[in-house]
Structures are given as C-alpha cells and as structure tokens.
C-alpha cells in the first residue's frame, strides 16, 4: 500500500515506478483482452463472426466510454481531496460511485437488450452478420454493470493505495477470459455468443474484487451499505470531471469510421486493412502513453491537492520523459523496420506491405509527441480543470485532425490521409506546450521552467 504521507514525501521516481508500472500493465493486459477476443472469434467462428463483433464495436466502446468517465471523474476527484486532507469528502465520493454505476447499468442494459437489434438494422450488413452482432451486443448489455463497475473501480484502487492490487485483478481477468474463450468457442462451439460470455464473467469476477476491496477492512476509502449514497451534486462533479475522458473514447470511434471513408473514397479495400495493421501496431505504444499518464495521476492529483506543486511540476516532467523516451522508441522500430512489423500481420500480400509500409513510415512521426499530450490532458484532468483538458481531448480531433484529413488529400492524393494524422499531432503540442510554460508559471514561477 502507497500511504499519503508516502505521496506527500517519497521521491518522485519511486513513487513514479510504483504507480506508473502497474497502471501500463493494467492497460496493456486490457487491451490485450480485445485481441484474444479477435483470435478465437476469427479462428472458431470465421470473418463474419469478426464482422459481426466489429458491427457491434461502437456500442461497446459506449460503454467502455461511460465506465472511463466514472472512473476517471471519480479518481481524479478523490486524489485532490485526498491531498487537501478532505478524506471524509474522498469517502463520500467512492460512495456516490457504486449507486451511479448500478443506475447507469440499469438504464443501458434495459436500452440495450431492447432496441440493440433496432440499432444494427441501421446499418447495411448481411442478415447473419447482424444476428452475430445482435447475439454479441445482447449477453454484453446484460453484463455491462461489470464492466462499469472493473472500468470505474480500478484507477480508484490505484488513488486508495493499491497499485498493484489493481494491476493483478487486470492480469487475472485475462487470463480467465483467455481460457474460457477458448473452453466456449473453440471446445464448445458456442461461437460469439460464447466469447460475449467467457468477457462477461472475467469482467464479473474483477468487479466482484475489487468491489470487495472497498468493502475491506484494509480500504482507506472504506464504504458499507449505510453510507452509499446518491447525491446529485457529487454525481454531477464526477461526470463533469470525466467529461474528457468520455470525450476521448468517443472519438476513437469517430476517426475510426472518418479514416476508413477518406481511405475508401481515395484508395481502396488494401489502404483500409493497411490502416487497420497501423492501428494494431502502434497500439501498443499509445498504451504505454495512456499507462504513463494514468499512473501519475494520483501523485498529481494528491500533490496538487496538498499545494506541494514542486513535486507536481516534477512528476510531470518525468512523465513527459518517460513519454518521450518511449515514442523515440517507437519511431526507430516503424521507421528502420517497418517491413517486419507488418509482415506480423499479412506475410504473403506484397501489395499490402507496399501500402502498409509507406503509409507507417509518416504515420510514425506521431510518436515523437503524442504521449507529450496526452500527459498533458490527462494532468489538467488530474487538478480538475475540465475545460482544459477537454479542449486537448476535442481540439486535436474536431480543431484538427478531421478538417486536416479531408481537405489534405485534396492537394496531396492518399499521403495527405496519412500525414493528417502526424500535422494535427504537432500542432496540438505546440499549443499543448504554450498552455504548459504558462501553468508552469503559475505553479511556481520561471524556476519551474528551469529547475
């Protein structure tokens, strides 16, 4: 366990290598999560099974995205009272977490079960394919209070203290959902249905621990049944406080459908799979970034809270180092090889890896600063500045990637589609860079920019 006293006096790097270490492990093993999905879907079911998934993909990332603007609102909420020594004010907010979430989850899964089928008519698929996603869709809406509730408790145990409590639950939960994906669709036949279930309960399992953790004598943020409450105020302070994060999550969704038109109206079905293979190689890297920043968010947020704004000016530096060192990383392995990366996922379509392989080699320079900002949003989320954060989240997207990636091909065919992507990121550092010499200034002073 991480005491405040530690947030308040430990040095930085430890604390950093504490927190920050379990939160890209949490992360990465999650988003590993979705690809073992993918590969016992793809091999026990076929392509249309994957089809139906992807058709379904969108409602999923919904909720993923209400759990992470709980989770992260309520986090970043709790790490400042903390710092300020409000802790009956951080108890009354892990107790507003549990009857929101269980309201939420009531509402999306009545939704949910019964006009999902309505939703998936909308779109233009073959009608297995859209009984596949409804089959999928149905058993998710009806387990989605665990996924509310591991998405939203998780960073939560990361604010009480537990680190690594968090981290192990995660590693846990994947592995029950690798074997149980394997027992229903491989062994079983149950086909998406069965991998919607094998997610279901190791989505059960972690909420169930990690619910239990608050309810423990060890929780530092202790709740029992007497003092859940439903206080509108507080409800309101954490959505409001989560805001970009939902925002965040969302828009993965929006570029994913805005790409693939721009790709299809100036390529083909071969720029489009080429993106896909781009997204499943750096994911890894805006995992670790999303890991970064997600770990040093209780020691800003405490800290912050506390008013010892030296130790939050230098964890924000490491992170920015560490985000650095880890896109630099990451450039040198896409740009030197990306040939190799690529022919991971196609190594017999030589017209694929040609695409593939110019497109990455602009797509790569992202790299360099992207961690840089989402650091950065993730700190002004840390100390509540919503506005700010928000701004980051929705002026990259909507300011400048979206406008960049349809008039850019306009001048510069298919290479402006990928070097959207890499002018809108440079642009949103600049900026992101402006807002941060200034709050370093406002922290304390030039010694901060030159410490």
């Given at each position: 366990?991480?005491t ?6 430990e ?6 290598r504490?927190f920050?270490f379990?939160?890209?492990m949490?992360?990465v093993?999650a ?5 073992i999905?993918?590969y016992?879907i793809?091999?026990g079911?076929?392509?249309?099974g994957l089809?139906?998934?992807?058709l379904?993909?969108p409602?999923v ?5 209400v759990?992470?603007m709980?989770g992260?609102g309520s ?10 020594s409000?802790?009956?004010k951080a108890?009354k ?18 939704l949910g ?7 998936l008519?909308l779109?233009?698929a073959?009608?297995v394919?859209q009984?596949?996603a409804n089959?999928?869709?149905r058993?998710?809406f009806i387990?989605?209070v ?6 939203t ?6 604010n ?11 590693v ?5 959902n690798?074997v149980l994906?394997y027992v229903?669709v ?5 086909g998406?249905?069965?991998a ?9 399992l972690?909420a ?11 929780a530092?943020?202790?709740v029992?049944l007497g003092?859940m409450?439903f206080?509108?105020?507080t409800v ?8 970009p994060?939902f925002a ?9 459908f ?10 083909s079905d071969?720029?489009v799979?080429?993106?896909?293979i781009?997204?499943?190689s750096?994911?890894i890297?805006?995992?670790?970034f ?5 770990g040093?968010?209780?020691i ?9 704004y ?11 180092t ?9 450039f ?7 040939e190799k990366?690529v022919?991971?996922?196609?190594p017999?379509?030589p017209?694929?890896?040609e695409?593939?392989?110019g497109g990455m080699?602009i797509f ?6 992207q961690?840089v900002?989402?650091v950065?949003?993730?700190y002004?989320?840390s100390?509540n500045?919503?506005?700010s954060?928000l ?6 997207i909507?300011?400048?990637?979206l ?6 091909p306009?001048?510069?065919g298919l ?5 959207a992507?890499p002018?809108?990121d ?5 900026i992101v ?6 709050e370093?200034k406002?922290?304390r002073?030039e010694k901060?920019l030159?410490?």
């Amino acid at each position: 366990m991480v005491t405040e006293d530690q947030l308040r006096s430990e040095s930085i790097g430890k604390l950093f290598r504490r927190f920050v270490f379990p939160a890209i492990m949490g992360i990465v093993v999650a988003g590993v999560q979705t690809i073992i999905d993918g590969y016992f879907i793809g091999n026990g079911v076929g392509s249309q099974g994957l089809a139906g998934v992807t058709l379904a993909f969108p409602a999923v990332m919904f909720i993923v995205a209400v759990a992470v603007m709980i989770g992260m609102g309520s986090s970043s909420l709790v790490a400042l009272e903390l710092g300020r020594s409000n802790r009956d004010k951080a108890g009354k907010i892990v107790a507003n977490v549990f009857p929101l979430v269980f309201v939420v989850a009531a509402v999306m899964t009545i939704l949910g079960v019964v006009f999902g089928n309505s939703l998936l008519s909308l779109f233009d698929a073959p009608a297995v394919v859209q009984d596949m996603a409804n089959d999928y869709l149905r058993v998710i809406f009806i387990g989605s209070v665990f996924f509310l509730l591991t998405i939203t408790l998780d960073p939560l145990v990361r604010n009480d203290g537990y680190p690594m409590i968090a981290m192990n639950i995660m590693v846990i939960s994947v592995l029950v959902n690798l074997v149980l994906d394997y027992v229903f669709v491989m062994r079983m036949g149950m086909g998406v249905t069965g991998a919607a279930i094998a997610t279901v309960i190791a989505f059960a399992l972690s909420a169930v621990r990690l619910t239990l953790h608050f309810f423990s004598s060890k929780a530092g943020l202790r709740v029992n049944l007497g003092n859940m409450k439903f206080e509108l105020r507080t409800v309101h302070r954490i959505m409001e406080s989560g805001l970009p994060s939902f925002a965040m999550q969302l828009s993965v969704s929006i570029l994913f459908f805005a790409h693939n038109f721009v790709l299809l109206r100036y390529g083909s079905d071969a720029e489009v799979s080429a993106y896909g293979i781009m997204g499943y190689s750096f994911s890894i890297f805006y995992m670790l970034f999303e890991g970064i920043a997600v770990g040093v968010q209780p020691i800003i947020g405490f800290n912050y809270g506390a008013g010892l704004y030296d130790r939050v000016c230098r964890t924000l530096k490491l992170a920015m180092t560490a985000c650095v060192a880890v896109g630099a990383l990451g450039f040198l392995i896409f740009f030197l090889f990306p040939e190799k990366v690529v022919q991971f996922f196609t190594p017999g379509d030589p017209v694929l890896l040609e695409v593939t392989v110019g497109g990455m080699r602009i797509f790569v320079l992202s790299l360099l600063v992207q961690g840089v900002v989402v650091v950065n949003a993730t700190y002004y989320q840390s100390i509540n500045r919503v506005r700010s954060a928000l701004f980051i989240h929705l002026g990259k997207i909507f300011v400048f990637l979206l406008p960049l990636l349809f008039t850019l091909p306009l001048v510069f065919g298919l290479k402006g589609v990928w070097f959207a992507t890499p002018v809108a990121d440079y642009l949103m550092f600049f900026i992101v860079m402006v807002m941060l010499a200034e709050e370093l200034k406002e922290l304390r002073g030039e010694k901060c920019l030159n410490p």
